[in-house]
């Protein structure tokens, strides 16, 4: 996805076509969640425990970096890849512990 979204925009630039993407992380709502099982519902808190943001995200996130992304906001932004996980890929996930005990 991330080649694919340079070469498209690094091709194709120069007639005004923008291409870039997004890379969503876990997005789930709350009544997807209390359908779970003890042990998903365990698993999911989990991923919320490690995400740098205080919740998962839901399909509105998706929804708004779409709309920002066909926007005249974003005229000038092509080939990039936008993350829209909460930062859940972007750290070690062993800081979520770190944050929570204060120790290393």
């Keep these: 996805m991330n080649t694919l979204t340079r070469y498209v925009a690094a091709g194709y630039g120069k007639q005004n076509v923008r291409c870039n993407a997004i890379a969503p ?3 789930l ?4 969640l209390a359908s779970l099982d003890e042990g998903r519902q365990a698993f999911y808190a989990r991923l919320e425990d490690h995400c740098l943001l205080p919740r998962l995200g839901t399909s509105t996130d998706i929804a ?3 709309v920002f992304l066909v926007s005249e ?7 990039q890849v936008i993350q829209v996980d909460g930062g ?3 750290h070690v996930p062993h800081l979520a512990d770190v944050r929570r005990t204060g120790t290393s």
Aim: net charge negative.
């Design 25 to 27: 992380g876990i997005h």
């Design 29 to 32: 709502d709350s009544s997807y």
């Design 64 to 66: 708004n970096a779409v």
């Design 73 to 79: 906001a974003s005229a000038y932004i092509t080939g």
């Design 88 to 90: 859940l890929m972007g």
